[in-house]
């Protein structure tokens, strides 16, 4: 296995972590009721933790459906160099960050952390078509 694909299965780990811990929150917070609803009425207030929460793993979400095509195509057709290695872990390094960024708020940094990890799904992009 190369080692962008090592990266997207590690960033798929990430990403059901997070989504782990946004459901485990949703329960905490919300009770059992409302989450295991068919959700068709209005959710109730949550709290501004749960919504960073909630949002960062959507980001990641985002993030992670374009990462994972670039990351097979350079796996599978054998076009991985040191540069599409380096850039598979500031990805996965960027989205590590972007977590925390997110939930404690840190302003602009969020923003600089997540352009770190477009930046390198585009590098990706780019190596791909070389």
């Known amino acids: 296995m190369t080692p962008e694909l090592t990266v997207l299965i590690l960033a798929i780990l990430l990403h059901l972590g997070l989504m782990v811990a946004y459901s485990v929150k949703a ?22 933790l749960l919504g960073r929460l909630q949002r960062a793993m959507n980001n990641s979400f985002e993030g992670l459906i374009l990462f994972a095509p670039v990351a097979l195509v350079i796996g599978l057709t054998g ?10 872990w500031i990805f996965l ?17 969020r923003s600089l952390i ?17």
Do not use: H, M
């Open 27 to 48: 329960n905490t917070e919300l009770g059992t009721k409302y989450p295991v609803s068919p959700r068709d009425k209005t959710p109730p207030p949550i709290s501004t």
């Open 93 to 109: 390094i960027a989205r590590l960050l972007y977590i925390p960024s997110y939930l404690l708020g840190w302003v602009p940094w």
């Open 79 to 88: 076009q991985s160099s040191a540069a599409t290695v380096a850039f598979a």
């Open 114 to 130: 997540w352009g770190f990890s477009f930046f390198a799904i585009l590098a990706l992009a780019i190596a791909a078509l070389i």
